[in-house]
């Protein structure tokens, strides 16, 4: 067999934020997670979504979107709208089901909240 003896990760340029959607901060499993690294080197964003899917997933259209409404120079997203469709798009990504932590719905409204969350805070100076 093969043993893995390192894992190379590389420093990114940019904010990371981790947020979670729990009935408590002590359960493991949450209703909604969603992460969100910003390269600004590289002049993109990164968005994954957990417990809204069979497996973890990338909002890879929210991503695109948002990547080109930053305005690099300033590190803001100078458009309300602007975050707005990121959050619909982040959102629109997850394929969340109804159990006994959640409903579907909830879980999606909760993915565009956390997203747009994540966004700002990211990028502080950024229209609200």
Not at 70 to 97: E, K, N
Not at 102 to 122: F, P
Request: charged fraction near 20%; charge should be neutral.
């Amino acid at each position: 067999g093969e043993l893995i003896e390192a894992v190379r990760v590389p420093v990114l340029d940019g904010p990371q934020e981790f947020l979670k959607v729990g009935t408590r901060n002590a359960m493991v499993i949450s209703v909604v997670s969603l992460a969100l690294v910003v390269d600004r080197s590289g002049r993109n964003v990164r968005v994954g979504l957990g417990t809204v899917s069979p497996v973890p997933l990338r909002a890879v259209e929210a991503e695109a979107h948002v990547a080109g409404c930053i305005d690099w120079d300033t590190g803001s997203v100078p458009d309300t709208a602007d975050v707005d469709r990121f959050a619909a798009l982040a959102a629109g990504a997850a394929r969340p089901i109804d159990d006994h932590r959640g409903t579907a719905a909830y879980r999606s409204h909760a993915v565009g909240v956390l997203a747009r969350r994540a966004l700002l805070r990211a990028f502080p100076g950024s229209a609200p």
